[in-house]
């Protein structure tokens, strides 16, 4: 089949999506129509921004290629990305090529009536054990949850520190012995900071704590793993491509890589960032894991068995931009098992 249009938009977030890390993500939609009549969708990254590199580079870039196979997707990719290389890299291009790749593996998917799963080898999980982030320790729980994300203090002040231990405490109490208990401070921390933090809650025996500085301090994160360990340092979600992720490996920063599949390169160029990951043995755990394109890389992968969740999220239903997103049941996730990503866009919400 042959592209005959590509269209980026960018959705009515009036009501924000709820109980995501923060109040904003700017993520865009990406249509992909080929000439047999299918259609495949794309989320990614970049907003408005974004959706105007979509529309008035990459469609021209994509009109008129075809796309039968895994490969031609690559070489789609390959030639956006030096095509638009000049200006990109990493950030805004990136963020919009992801959604442009996702939207390519759903038309190739829904053309060979077979799951995004399918086209990656088959399944691997059955099912993807889920991780419930927020502060709701009692309600996840019952719900069926063993691994959480807390929210630690933000910054240095001692009583940030001992806020940081005592959810560390409540969470492990909650969830119990066996749970996985991770933290994450979005960039808040420095590096006495996150000394100090390590051994605030090391007797809550936590599985990591993520984001602990930002993308460019790789070489501070590669020096605090000795104060930190056994708590692995994880991360990778503010980084773009095998390329990006080559300098965490070299750097030796990261003890578990957080791609996001939205914003990295998108599923084609999460697999060259996992083959690299394989080679370093690196712990694979993509960053919003839990959502659709993400969930179905995990489940046909080697990445951990592990899929980030916030469960607050489907308590608003009626603002979903994507339908028949799969929820947790029993603390699992299921990728849908139908052709392409398997979810349907709510038009209401462009
Ligand atoms: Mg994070």
Same mark, same amino acid.
């Given at each position: 089949m042959k592209i005959i249009d590509v269209k980026a938009a960018y959705p009515k977030w009036t009501n924000l999506p709820t109980g995501?890390?923060?109040? =904003?993500?700017w993520q865009i939609v990406v249509r992909v129509e080929a000439d047999d009549g299918t259609v495949g969708y794309g989320y990614g990254g970049g907003g408005e921004p974004g959706c105007l590199i979509v529309n008035q580079h990459f469609r021209e870039l994509l009109v008129g290629r075809t796309i039968e196979s895994v490969d031609d997707i690559r070489a789609a990719w390959d030639y956006v990305y030096k095509l638009s290389l000049p200006y990109g890299r990493k950030g805004l291009q990136m963020m919009a090529l992801s959604g442009v790749d996702l939207a390519l593996w759903d038309l190739l998917g829904k053309s060979e009536d077979k799951p995004v799963h399918e086209l990656l080898g *088959?399944? @691997?999980?059955p099912k993807v054990r889920a991780y419930a982030s927020g502060d709701e320790f009692e309600k996840y729980r019952d719900i069926g949850y063993t691994a959480n994300k807390f929210s630690p *203090? @933000?910054? *240095?002040a001692d009583d940030d520190v001992q806020k940081t231990a005592a959810a560390a405490q409540r969470s492990r109490s909650v969830f119990g012995d066996n749970a996985l208990i991770m933290t994450d401070c979005y960039m808040a921390w420095d590096f006495e900071t996150t000394k100090q933090m390590a051994e605030a809650v090391r007797e809550f025996d936590l599985y990591w704590f993520e &984001?602990?500085? +930002?993308? &460019? =301090?790789l070489e501070e994160q590669a020096a605090l793993k000795e104060f930190v360990h056994p708590i692995n340092i994880a991360g990778g979600e503010h980084e773009f491509t095998r390329f990006g992720f080559g300098q965490i490996a070299k750097e030796n920063a990261l003890d578990i890589w957080q791609p996001d599949l939205t914003w990295c390169g998108g599923i084609t160029e999460a697999l060259r960032i996992l083959d690299i990951a394989n080679t370093q043995k690196i712990p694979v755990v993509p960053h919003r894991g839990g959502e659709i394109w993400a969930l179905h890389f995990i489940a046909a +992968? &080697?990445? &951990?068995d592990l899929a980030e969740t916030h469960p607050a999220r489907w308590d608003d239903s009626a603002n979903e931009l994507w339908l028949d997103e799969p929820r947790v049941e029993d603390g699992h996730l299921t990728p849908l098992d139908r052709p392409g990503f398997g979810v349907v866009l709510n038009e209401r919400m462009l």
């Amino acid at each position: 089949m042959k592209i005959i249009d590509v269209k980026a938009a960018y959705p009515k977030w009036t009501n924000l999506p709820t109980g995501v890390w923060q109040s =904003h993500f700017w993520q865009i939609v990406v249509r992909v129509e080929a000439d047999d009549g299918t259609v495949g969708y794309g989320y990614g990254g970049g907003g408005e921004p974004g959706c105007l590199i979509v529309n008035q580079h990459f469609r021209e870039l994509l009109v008129g290629r075809t796309i039968e196979s895994v490969d031609d997707i690559r070489a789609a990719w390959d030639y956006v990305y030096k095509l638009s290389l000049p200006y990109g890299r990493k950030g805004l291009q990136m963020m919009a090529l992801s959604g442009v790749d996702l939207a390519l593996w759903d038309l190739l998917g829904k053309s060979e009536d077979k799951p995004v799963h399918e086209l990656l080898g *088959g399944l @691997r999980k059955p099912k993807v054990r889920a991780y419930a982030s927020g502060d709701e320790f009692e309600k996840y729980r019952d719900i069926g949850y063993t691994a959480n994300k807390f929210s630690p *203090g @933000r910054a *240095g002040a001692d009583d940030d520190v001992q806020k940081t231990a005592a959810a560390a405490q409540r969470s492990r109490s909650v969830f119990g012995d066996n749970a996985l208990i991770m933290t994450d401070c979005y960039m808040a921390w420095d590096f006495e900071t996150t000394k100090q933090m390590a051994e605030a809650v090391r007797e809550f025996d936590l599985y990591w704590f993520e &984001d602990i500085l +930002t993308p &460019d =301090h790789l070489e501070e994160q590669a020096a605090l793993k000795e104060f930190v360990h056994p708590i692995n340092i994880a991360g990778g979600e503010h980084e773009f491509t095998r390329f990006g992720f080559g300098q965490i490996a070299k750097e030796n920063a990261l003890d578990i890589w957080q791609p996001d599949l939205t914003w990295c390169g998108g599923i084609t160029e999460a697999l060259r960032i996992l083959d690299i990951a394989n080679t370093q043995k690196i712990p694979v755990v993509p960053h919003r894991g839990g959502e659709i394109w993400a969930l179905h890389f995990i489940a046909a +992968t &080697d990445c &951990d068995d592990l899929a980030e969740t916030h469960p607050a999220r489907w308590d608003d239903s009626a603002n979903e931009l994507w339908l028949d997103e799969p929820r947790v049941e029993d603390g699992h996730l299921t990728p849908l098992d139908r052709p392409g990503f398997g979810v349907v866009l709510n038009e209401r919400m462009l």
